[in-house]
């Protein structure tokens, strides 16, 4: 079973500035099957990313997704105020099949 | 627009059963692959099932947590994806979110309905 753990726990950040969220596997995953979603206080989960770099439908260009082997990324340039909200990485394998990762709440000074 | 309506949570004793149902609307839903979701109150979300396209053979898919307690099914003459649990823990409370499957990502979510397992 693949384990996630996203770093750091919580990222304060003023707006403009860059964030970067870490999310490690616990082996080496297929990038394929990565994906990042944004939870915003009282919402639902919703896709940002998928196939580890592609942006879901409306989803700004300030948001992008990198990395290989154990080691992910979500990179949010040009940091906005509603950009406020936990972060979650998802992988999608045998068993179980979708595992996330236990979230990064990202703070807008 | 892709729409996701849960329905049927509540309050439930340990070891009652509960049906919650997902109605969609905005896509072929005969075609799609559907997943349930729970976050645990203050907690991060957990996958609790899957069931493909009957045309995939419309079989299903459980994690460990709720193998052998949890049911999901669909009615697709209906647009809606039921999950049926039954032996319900006290770690069953959480908000149950309905959604669409990807390629490997959950596409679409509902806004959840509310599960609490207490005595």
Same mark, same amino acid.
């Given at each position: 079973e693949i384990v996630l753990t996203?770093?750091?726990?919580?990222?304060?950040?003023?707006?403009?500035?860059?964030?970067?969220?870490s999310c490690r596997a616990s082996q080496g995953v297929s990038s394929s099957y990565v994906a990042w979603y944004q939870q915003k206080p009282g919402q639902a989960p919703r896709l940002l990313i998928y196939g580890a770099s592609s942006r879901a439908t409306g989803i700004p260009d300030r948001f992008s997704g990198s990395g290989s082997g154990a080691d992910l990324t979500l990179t949010i340039s040009r940091l906005e105020p509603e950009d406020s909200a936990v972060y979650y990485c998802q992988y999608y394998g045998s068993s179980p099949m979708y595992t996330f990762g236990q979230g990064t709440k990202l703070e807008i000074k | 627009e892709v729409l996701l309506v849960e329905s049927g949570g509540g309050l439930v004793k340990p070891g009652g059963s509960l049906r919650l149902s997902c109605s969609a609307s905005g896509f072929t839903f005969i075609n799609a692959w559907m997943s349930w979701v729970r976050q645990a109150p203050g907690k991060g979300l957990e996958w609790v099932g899957r069931i493909k396209n009957k045309a995939d053979g419309g079989t299903t898919d459980y994690p460990a947590p709720v193998k052998g307690r949890f049911t999901i099914s669909r009615d697709?003459?209906?647009?809606?994806?039921?999950?049926?649990?039954?032996? =319900?823990?006290?770690?069953? *409370?959480? =908000?149950?979110?309905?959604? *669409?499957?990807?390629?490997y990502d959950l596409r679409y979510w509902g806004q959840g309905t509310l599960v609490a397992v207490s005595s």
């Open positions: 996203q770093s750091p726990g919580t990222l304060s950040l003023s707006p403009g500035e860059r964030a970067t969220l | 697709d003459s209906k647009n809606t994806v039921y999950l049926q649990m039954n032996n =319900l823990k006290t770690e069953d *409370t959480a =908000l149950y979110y309905c959604t *669409t499957c990807g390629g």
